[in-house]
C-alpha cells in the first residue's frame, strides 16, 4: 500500500477543515423551500393555508413593543415585617440601656420603619424621577404608595441619633452599631414584578390574528407586503413548531449539505490538478486560497443575517482580485465563480444574485489583468457597481416586467460593496505577510529599476546591468506569447546576477581589457563563476527578496556547467578525466515555465553579443543551438514547458533580437560648414 506524503497529508487535513467550517456555518434548512423578500415579488405558484396559522407581530415590532413596557415598567414591592422585628428584639435585649431609653428608642425604630426603609438602589431611582410611586400587591390587588416619607438606610441611622444628640445614652446607642442592622423593609417582590412584567407581555407575542385553512395567502407576481411578510413567517414558525420538519430529514439536509460543499471542493481540486499541480502541491497556496473562500463565506453568513439583503453588501469581487494577484486570471475567475455557488444558498433570490456576482466579478476579472496601480481597483470597482446596477435591473424588467420595484437600498449596497472592493490593496498586503506570498504589486515594485540592489548593480556591474535589462526585455516578451507570468519573469531576470557585484571583473560584459582570470588555473575561475549564485541567494536574503525571486538566482543556470573553463582544464589535462562538480552550478534545474524562460533568454542573450553576422538566418542558429542543446542536457526536464511553448520561445528570441540588432542607414558625410561674413578667424 502506497504511503500518503506528509504534502498530501496537510492537504487533505486543509480541505477537511473547510468543508467542515463550510457545513457548520450554512443556514440550517427547513421543509418550507420558499425564499422571498419584504417588497419584492413573490416567484412561486399560489400558496393557500393547510392550516389554520395564528399570525404573530414581527420580532422587530415584539421587540420594540416590550422595549416601551420596560422604559415604563414599575416593579412590584412588599413589606418585610421581620426586618423591623429584629432591630426591636436588639433593643430589648439591650439591658445596658435604661428602660426609658429604651422605650424611647423603641418609638423612633417604630417611626422609621412605618416611613418605609429602602436600599440606596431604589433610593437613586427615586431621585432620578424614574419612580413616582411604589407598587404593592395586596390581595392579588395592586395598590399604589407615594414615595414620600422613605428613608435609606443611611437616612433612618441619622434619624434615630438626632434623637438623642443630647442624651447621656448616645454613646451606648452607638454601640449598638444600629446602621448595620437597620434592613429595608420595603424591597422587591422579584416574582411578583415577573409574574406582572410577563402578564403585560403576554398580548403582544399572542396572535393578532388567524389565517383560516384553505384561505389564500399569496400568488406569483404578489408584492410580498409588510403584512404579507409577517403571515409568512408565522407560516414557516408554524410548520417548525408541528414537528413537520423531523430528524430524519435533519439528518438528509446535513448530507446534501455535505455533499455539496464536497463537490465544490473536489471540483477545485481537479481544476489545479489539470492546469496546476504544483500549486494543488503548495500547501501555503492552498492554505491561502481555502481561507479567503472560508472567511468571505462566513462574512456572507454574517451579514445576511444582522442585514436584509446585507449579503449584496460582501465584496465578493475582491477574492478574484487578490487571487489573480497571487495566481492568475483563469485561477482567480474560476474560483470566483465556485465562491459564488457556494454563497448562492445563502440568498433569497439564488438566480438574481448569482447573476448579478458573476457579472460584477467577470468584469473585474477583465478589467484588472495585471494589477500594477491602485487607479486600477477604483476603475474596477466602479465597473463592478455598473455591472451590479445593470444586473439587477435585468433581473426585475424580466421578472416583473417594469422597473418599479427597484429598491435604492440595493443599489446603496451595491455602492457600498464597490467601495470595500477599491480596498482589495489591504488585503494583498495581508495576505503577502500572512502566508509568505508574492503579490504582483511587489513584482512590480521590485521591477524599479531605482531599488537600492539594482542601482548598486547599475553601479558596480554596468555591463552585468544591461545584460540583465535585455534579458529581461527578451524573457518577458516570450513570457507574454506563451501565457506565462510576465511580472514574473521581468522581475527575476532583473535580479538573476546580482551576485556578480562582490566580483564584477570577473565577467566579461564587466571588463575592460584586463582578464582577471588569465592568472587563475581553470577550477580557480570556475569556483568564482559558479560561486555568483551562491552570491546572489546570500544578496537577495539580505535585502529580504520573496523566494520567487531567489528561485530565478538559484535556477538560472540549474545543474550545467561553467563550459568554458571546464573545457580549458580538458584542453590542459589531455587524456585525463576532470571532475565536472567542480565546474557545475548548484542548480537546481528549472522547476516553472518562467525559470526555463529565464535560463533560455540568459544563454540567448550573452551568445548573441558574440556574433558578428546579426542576420535573420545567424540568430535562428544560434537560438536554436542554445535551446536545443539546453534541452538535450535535460536542463528542463522538470518545468512544465511544453514543445510548443519552446517553438513559441525560439520564434519570439528570434523577431526580438532581429529587431536588438537591426541595420541602420548609413547617414553621407556633412558639409564643412562655412564661417559666416564678417566672423573673427
Known sequence: MKKISRNTAYLIVIFTLAALLLVYFMPADSRHKYSYELNRPWSYDLLTAPFDIPVYRDSATVNQLIDSIDRTFVPIFKTDDAAQARVTALVRENTALPEATRRRLLRAVNDVYMGGVINSSTADIIADGNLQELKFNVDNVNVTRPTEGLMTQRDAYVYIDSVFRNSPDRAAIQKMNLANVLNPNVVEDERASRQYRENLIQPIVAAVGVVQQGERIIDRGDRVSPQLFQVLKSYEATIDKMGNFDRSRQIYSLLGKVLFVSSLLVMLVLYFNFYYPDTLRSVKRMTALMVLMVAFFIFGVAMQKTIAQGLYIVPFAIIPVVVQVFFDSRTAFFTFVAEVLLCGVLSSFQLEFIFIELLGG???????????????????????????????????????????????????????????????????????????????????????????????????????????????????EAAHRIGANVQLVRAGALYHDIGKIDNPAFYTENQYGINPH??????????????????????????????????????????????????????????????????????????????????????????????????????????????????????????????RDISQIKDTFIKRLRSMYHGRVSYPPEAPVKPAVGASK
Not at 496601480?373 to 444586473?391: C, D, E, H, N, T
Not at 446603496?412 to 498586503?429: D, K, P, Q
Not at 516553472?592 to 542558429?621: G, N, P, Q
Open 362 to 476: 467577470t468584469v473585474v476579472v477583465f478589467s484588472l489583468k495585471e494589477l500594477s496601480k491602485r487607479s486600477q481597483l477604483l476603475r474596477s470597482a466602479l465597473f463592478a457597481f455598473i455591472s451590479y446596477v445593470v444586473g439587477y435591473a435585468a433581473v426585475e424588467w424580466m421578472t416583473t416586467g417594469s422597473l418599479v420595484s427597484l429598491s435604492g437600498r440595493l443599489i446603496g449596497y451595491f455602492a457600498i460593496n464597490a467601495v470595500l472592493i477599491s480596498f482589495a490593496y489591504i488585503l494583498i498586503f495581508i495576505y503577502e505577510k500572512l502566508f509568505g506570498l508574492t503579490s504582483v504589486v511587489t513584482l512590480v515594485e521590485l521591477s524599479d529599476i531605482n531599488t537600492p540592489l539594482l542601482r548598486e548593480l547599475s553601479r558596480e556591474c554596468p555591463g552585468t546591468f544591461q545584460h540583465s535589462m535585455a534579458v529581461s526585455n527578451l524573457a518577458s
Open 518 to 643: 588569465d592568472a587563475l588555473s581553470p577550477e580557480q575561475s570556475a569556483r568564482i563563476i559558479v560561486g555568483h549564485v551562491r552570491d546572489g541567494v546570500r544578496r537577495a536574503d539580505k535585502a529580504k527578496l520573496p523566494g520567487v525571486i531567489k528561485d530565478f538566482i538559484l535556477q538560472h543556470h540549474g545543474k550545467g556547467l561553467a563550459k568554458y573553463f571546464y573545457a580549458k582544464e580538458q584542453q590542459l589535462h589531455p587524456g585525463e578525466e576532470v571532475d565536472k562538480a567542480a565546474y557545475s552550478y548548484p542548480g537546481p534545474n528549472p522547476q516553472s515555465r518562467e525559470a526555463s524562460l529565464l535560463m533560455m533568454a540568459d544563454a540567448v542573450e550573452a551568445a548573441s553579443r558574440a556574433l558578428s553576422d546579426h542576420s535573420e538566418k545567424a540568430i535562428a542558429e544560434l537560438v536554436d543551438r542554445i535551446i536545443d542543446n539546453q534541452v538535450a542536457q535535460g536542463l528542463h526536464s522538470e518545468s512544465p514547458l511544453s514543445f
